[in-house]
């Protein structure tokens, strides 16, 4: 099993727990690019991007 990509869930606080479910963080830790598939589960998924080469980006 290939170990290089990590990734986290973390219940969020109670302040913001009727809206948020999860947070997830996940994090290659490789110099290559890594194709990663995240299917769907009706649910509204907000990503906060950064890479070494991009800038911060927010993604729906």
Request: aromatic letters at 16%; zero cysteines; glycine letters at 4%.
């Amino acid at each position: 099993m290939n170990n290089d990509f990590r990734y986290k869930f973390i219940q969020p606080e109670k302040l913001i727990a009727n809206f948020v479910e999860s947070l997830g963080m996940f994090h290659n830790q490789t110099d290559k690019a890594k194709e990663v598939v995240v299917m769907p589960d009706g649910r509204v998924d907000l990503f906060f991007w950064q890479t070494d080469f991009e800038p911060f980006q927010v993604i729906l």
